[in-house]
C-alpha cells in the first residue's frame, strides 16, 4: 500500500540498495519499466521497482535491531525476552533508534539484568588480552 514502510533484504548495487536499506513505498504505479518506487529513508533516494527488486522487498513495520543499526524511527517497541543476546550495549543500541517515543516491553528485572550484563564486545577484549599475554598494547 502507498506509503508502507519496506525494507530491501539483499544487495542490488545497480539499483542502488543495499541489504537492510529502509524505506517508504511513495509510488504504486505501474508502468512497462516500474511497478512502483520507493524512497530511502537514508539519503532520500528513489528507487523504481523492477520486477528482481520485488522480490527483494519485505514490508518494513517491524525490524530486529540488526537490522535498525544506523536508521532512527519516531516509534521503538523494544521486546526484551530471556534470550542471552541482550546486555547492555544490545539495549543502548535499541533505545537509541527512537526519535521521540520508546517503549520497553519486559519485566523489571529482565531490564535491570541486560543493564547489569557485560556485552559480548567486553569478553571479546578479555579474551583478546589474555590471548597476548596479558601485555596491553598501547592506543
Not at 539483499?10 to 518506487?37: C, E, F, M, W
Not at 527488486?53 to 540488526?66: F, K, P, R, S
Not at 571479546?124 to 596491553?136: A, I, K, P, S, T
Amino acid at each position: 500500500m502507498l506509503n508502507d514502510p519496506v525494507l530491501f533484504t539483499q544487495n542490488n548495487y545497480d539499483a542502488g540498495v543495499q541489504n537492510d536499506s529502509l524505506g517508504r513505498l511513495i509510488n504504486i504505479q505501474q508502468s512497462a519499466k516500474h511497478s512502483g518506487v520507493v524512497r530511502l529513508d537514508v539519503g532520500g533516494d528513489k528507487i523504481e521497482l523492477t520486477k528482481s527488486l520485488l522480490d527483494l522487498l519485505e514490508l518494513g513495520y517491524a525490524v530486529t535491531l540488526h537490522k535498525a543499526q544506523e536508521s532512527q524511527f519516531p516509534r521503538i517497541i523494544v521486546a526484551l525476552s530471556e534470550t542471552g543476546v541482550i546486555d547492555r550495549a544490545w539495549l543502548y543500541t535499541a533505545i537509541t533508534r527512537a526519535e521521540t517515543e520508546l517503549h520497553l516491553v519486559g519485566t523489571r528485572a529482565r531490564i535491570h539484568k541486560a543493564i547489569l550484563s557485560l556485552s559480548a564486545h567486553h569478553f571479546r577484549q578479555m579474551h583478546l588480552h589474555r590471548l597476548r599475554g596479558g601485555v596491553r598494547r598501547e592506543t
